[in-house]
């Protein structure tokens, strides 16, 4: 009887932890691809990043960019975007840096905005994200 109660309890707890991670995580998952050292595309895929949030709600949807390759130059401190990636970080998007492009470029962390995060590889990044069902978005 002991047994089967606390059995049962466990269950509760495990069906009510289950729903409440079910309402906590995000809806939608969006991943950008920036690997173009063009402002305009910059700050298109930030202002989508904006949109998207705003119009569904900033707690119903997650927003990555991920930046490789040539994107990579208006990811740096002094890039023409600078205020803005960091207006976009603070604004609850995230935009991670590849760090294989890092090293290609002989680029360090000091090189780049101190609002940024990285990865090991930004195609990689992208390919996971896709493969846990994030929508794939490139301005």
């Given at each position: ?8 309890t ?43 949030r705003?119009?569904l ?15 990579i ?67």
């Amino acid at each position: 009887m002991k047994t089967t109660r606390t059995l049962r309890t466990l269950a509760a707890a495990v069906l009510c932890g289950a729903s409440l991670a079910a309402v906590a995580a995000p809806k939608d998952r969006l991943v950008f691809q920036v690997s173009d050292n063009d402002q305009a595309t910059w700050t298109q895929a930030m202002n989508n990043a904006a949109n998207v949030r705003k119009t569904l709600g900033a707690d119903n949807v997650a927003v990555e960019i991920v930046v490789y390759g040539q994107g990579i130059g208006m990811a740096k401190f002094d890039s023409p975007v600078a205020e803005r990636v960091a207006t976009t970080v603070a604004g609850g998007v995230d935009i991670v840096v590849c760090e294989n492009t890092m090293k290609g470029q002989k680029l360090t962390r000091q090189d780049m905005n101190d609002k940024v995060a990285y990865v090991p590889a930004g195609v990689v990044e992208i390919m996971n994200k896709q493969k846990e069902g994030w929508i794939y978005i490139k301005p």
